[in-house]
């Protein structure tokens, strides 16, 4: 259904009320539920979504205070919001939060390694590509004043080279900016390097919104690491387990069992926690599975545990995609208070870092009380049949 013509409407309300009033009558069905409040897309129906009708409300639950220490040395306290459908979720979190914040807070690390994309060309001519770097570098920073190339990795198979740039984008998460670069450097080295053909903008080796163990290794976006020390009181008293048991859970499920299994990356559900503040901070949710590839380590430590995590690919930005959106801008804007001396984004990925750290070790504990049945159950709200 082509819904691009006919829609007068001078708001993005207004607009998005008379495309779901058309989907209405053509499908006979209630959409109803789907209608926009005034002024809670902005301009979501311009720069967001094609042809939207209506917005689906999610749930946006508090977790926290949670005590951090960042790479800049500075200490804060984080307030999580969470977007999820998820019962039990929140109060998981939130738990976690409070064991951390009572055992002294959560440290955490970042690397910047730049948002990649990976220009597939036909041909030979890896050597000419990386000999002619310091003509096509200019090419790919020209296309935005907010894009700098950090550094660039070539590879070959059979007959293609693909070339992946890594780039800083300022503020941005920047997917939109180093694909525009890509686009110009692919065009360059197609017109001035014999031999070679551009075939695409996007090869695959950058593993966008894919699950690799070359991002797994090396990184992507900000690599976060978030470390703490659990006490055997704490571990006691909040988590209602002991350090035997959190360590037999960890060495069954994240050693053994990740294992069997061959996962890349080996966690309890880092997912969770990074797809729930993605999506209510305006970030592109995609991103969630390079967040999967997160490492979780327990380790016997003097007085208690030591918890760690450690995500290769944190990708996330203060402006553009869904971060202009109203409720979302507001999330955002909660979560980063107080600002700190690190650039925003690497605060912001650190946030995210320490909150993975707070959702896993609180399943650990659940999963060594073996209560996490049935706190969904209570928290979830399951229907027995």
């Known amino acids: 259904m082509d819904l691009r013509t006919g829609i007068t409407g001078k708001t993005g309300d207004s607009r998005c009320n008379e495309r779901r009033s058309r989907i209405e009558k053509e499908l006979g069905a209630d959409l109803s539920a789907l209608k926009p409040s005034a002024g809670s897309i902005g301009s979501a129906d311009e720069k967001n979504c094609e042809q939207m009708l209506g917005h689906v409300p999610l749930p946006v639950g508090y977790a926290g205070p949670l005590s951090v220490t960042f790479s800049s040395g500075e200490k804060k ?39 990649s994309r990976s220009i597939a060309f036909r041909g030979r001519g890896r050597k000419e590509i990386g000999q002619s770097a310091s003509k096509w570098m200019p090419i790919a920073q020209a296309t935005s004043g907010h894009l700098k190339v950090l550094k660039y990795d070539l590879d070959e198979a059979d007959d293609f080279v693909f070339l992946t740039l890594f780039c800083d984008t300022d503020e941005a998460m920047g997917m939109n900016m180093v694909t525009i670069a890509a686009q110009a450097v692919g065009e360059w080295i197609e017109k001035n390097i014999d031999g070679l053909e551009f075939i695409t903008v996007a090869g695959n080796v950058d593993s966008d919104k894919k699950a690799s163990a070359r991002v797994h ?19 006691r008293d909040v988590l209602k387990s002991t350090p035997e048991a959190l360590l037999a859970v960890a060495d069954a499920k994240l050693k053994h069992g990740s294992k069997i299994a061959g996962t890349i990356g080996s966690n309890l559900h880092a997912a ?35 918890i760690s995590v450690r995500c290769p690919a944190i990708l996330v930005g203060l402006r553009g995609g869904g971060t202009t959106l109203p409720a979302q801008s507001q999330c955002l804007e909660m979560l980063m208070k107080p600002k700190t001396s690190l650039h925003p984004k690497a605060q912001l990925a650190e946030s995210i870092g320490a909150a993975v750290l707070a959702g896993e070790i609180s399943l650990l504990a659940a999963q060594a009380t073996h209560s996490l049945a049935s706190a969904h159950g209570k928290l979830g709200r399951l229907q027995k049949n």
């Open 77 to 115: 306290d984080l307030h999580l919001p969470l977007a999820t459908t998820e019962g039990a979720l929140v109060a998981s979190v939130n738990r976690g939060c409070k064991a951390l914040s009572a055992s002294g807070g959560v440290k955490t690390t970042s690397i910047h390694h730049g948002i």
């Open 272 to 306: 969770n926690i990074i797809a729930a503040l993605y999506l209510a901070t305006g970030q592109d949710a995609a991103h969630v599975v390079e967040g999967s590839l997160t490492d979780t380590s327990v380790k016997a430590a003097s007085g208690g545990l030591k």
């Open 217 to 235: 290794t090396h990184g992507r976006g900000y690599e976060v690491t978030a470390e703490a020390i659990l006490t055997d009181d704490v571990i």
